[in-house]
């Protein structure tokens, strides 16, 4: 129940923060989102939940779900700097530069380099949002699995 309303109060302040002016969340002309494309503040949404799920494979040494985890929110940055103007690109290629860290962590099954790696991925994230004029939105490492619908075996290191 606790998990449930912590996620529902995520997307409850995410609808707030995207009403909040930034001017990254400007679409690129005649891109727009539509029914078919997810707005900024969605698509860092779905970025914010997978650095959870992120943290927690990587603890959890699971090896695989973290990199299919890497790929998508690669994508997703991705995606959100060719559909919004003015994301600088050396912030999308400095977050990517953390998952690529963290995909050569977990070829090598090294533990201690995701941690630093992930913690760099944090520090890009905010990074974003203080340039993007929503500073407000803090990224950190996550206290608790939002995702009790999903097993992800934490050993507790």
């Keep these: 129940m606790k998990c449930a309303a912590i996620l529902l109060g995520s997307v409850l302040l995410c609808s707030v923060a995207e009403s909040?002016?930034?001017?990254?969340?400007q679409p690129q002309s005649g891109s727009g989102p539509n029914g078919s494309q997810l707005s900024l503040g969605n698509i860092m949404l779905l970025i914010q939940a997978r650095h959870a799920k992120i943290w927690y494979a990587g603890r959890a040494e699971d090896w695989a779900l973290l990199d299919y985890e890497l790929n998508h929110v690669s994508d997703d940055l991705t995606a959100a700097a060719m559909l919004y103007r003015d994301i600088p690109v050396e912030l999308v290629t400095?977050?990517?530069r953390h998952i690529a860290r963290m995909k050569e962590a977990a070829k090598r099954r090294d533990a201690p380099g995701f941690q630093a790696a992930f913690s760099g991925l944090t520090?890009?994230?905010?990074?974003?949002?203080?340039?993007?004029?929503v500073a407000f939105i803090h990224i950190q490492t996550p206290t608790a699995m939002p995702f009790t619908n999903q097993r992800v075996p934490f050993s507790g290191r």
């Design 94 to 96: 400095g977050a990517d």
């Design 20 to 25: 909040q002016p930034s001017r990254f969340a």
């Design 123 to 133: 520090r890009s994230c905010n990074a974003c949002h203080t340039a993007g004029g």
